[in-house]
C-alpha cells in the first residue's frame, strides 16, 4: 500500500544538485495527496529560475511513479508559501551550517 511516508521516502532519493541534500530535507515538497492509485505531490522550488528545477520536478515524478501501487503521478509546482532556509529540516540546516 502506497503510503504518504514511503512516498517521502521514495523521494529522499532526489538530491538538490546545487546544494547536496535530498529535497524532502530541503522542505521542497509541501504535500502528499493519495487516492487509491493517484499520487498528487506539491512542492516548491529554492526560487522560481532555479536551473535544476526541470531535473528536480522531472525525478520526482520518475521515482513516485516506479513505486508498487503507483499509477499515476501530478507533481504540482507552486511559488506560495514562498521557500525558505526555515523549512529545512534540522539534519539538513546542520549540514549546511544554517542555525
Not at 8 to 14: F, G, V
Not at 44 to 57: D, E, F, Y
Not at 74 to 90: A, F, K, Q
Amino acid at each position: 500500500m502506497v503510503t504518504e511516508e514511503s512516498v517521502l521516502e521514495s523521494i529522499k532519493q532526489i538530491i538538490d544538485p546545487e546544494i547536496g541534500i535530498n529535497i524532502v530535507d530541503m522542505g521542497l515538497i509541501y504535500e502528499v495527496d493519495i487516492e487509491e492509485t493517484t499520487v498528487d505531490i506539491t512542492m516548491t522550488l529554492t526560487s522560481p529560475g532555479c536551473p535544476a528545477g526541470g531535473q528536480i520536478v522531472n525525478g520526482t515524478q520518475q521515482v513516485t511513479q516506479q513505486m508498487d501501487g503507483v499509477e499515476e503521478v501530478n507533481v504540482n509546482v507552486v511559488w506560495t508559501p514562498r521557500w525558505t532556509p526555515e523549512l529545512m529540516s534540522e539534519e539538513a540546516r546542520d549540514e549546511l551550517g544554517i542555525f
